[in-house]
């Protein structure tokens, strides 16, 4: 009985299984992948809110209207003079010379109201250790909403 050569090459048929092996774990894994990760997304229409309740292009019906607000918002602006070097200070336009003095009008305007929010703006020149202590100024005269001023254009 003749026995086969391991160095001839076999049929055809086992080349083109041994190629489409790998192939097909591949494509296995790559659909186990696909389905596992789908599984995790929320499907959008299922989140509540009060905008998915209605539909079509009626009135929106606001149940409770925000409360008016008695006062304005109060700003204060820092300024970084180069000249100088120094922080000037500004509550609501109105220049003010020192820290303390932003604080006495704080102190003035925290009579009124505390619940009237605090705009913080200081010029992107300022260094960063005037504002903190100007942010802590407010938050010590006890105004309760103390905010940044965003710049959009950056």
């Known amino acids: 009985m003749k026995r086969k050569s391991p160095l001839v090459r076999q049929s055809s048929e086992t080349d083109f299984n041994n190629a489409m092996t790998p192939m097909i774990d591949v494509v296995f ?16 229409y299922v989140l509540p809110s009060e905008m998915s309740a209605q539909m079509g292009n009626d009135e929106v ?5 925000p409360p008016p607000s ?3 918002d109060i700003v204060v602006r820092l ?4 000249d100088t070097e120094q922080v ?3 509550v609501n336009d109105q220049t003010l010379a ?3 003095a932003v604080g006495s009008k704080l102190q003035e305007l925290v ?7 605090v705009i913080l703006h200081p010029d992107p020149a300022v260094p960063l250790g005037y504002v ?9 005269k006890g105004f309760e909403n103390v905010s940044f001023a965003v710049n959009p254009g950056r």
């Open 29 to 44: 894994l790559l659909l186990v992948f696909f389905v596992w990760t789908a599984s995790f997304q929320i499907v959008e």
């Open 61 to 65: 019906q606001i149940d409770d209207p």
């Open 70 to 72: 008695d006062f304005e």
């Open 79 to 82: 300024r970084w003079a180069a």
């Open 88 to 90: 000037q200070w500004s």
């Open 98 to 100: 020192s820290l303390a």
């Open 111 to 117: 009579a009124v109201g505390a619940d009237v929010t």
């Open 132 to 140: 903190i202590e100007t942010y802590d100024q407010a938050k010590l």
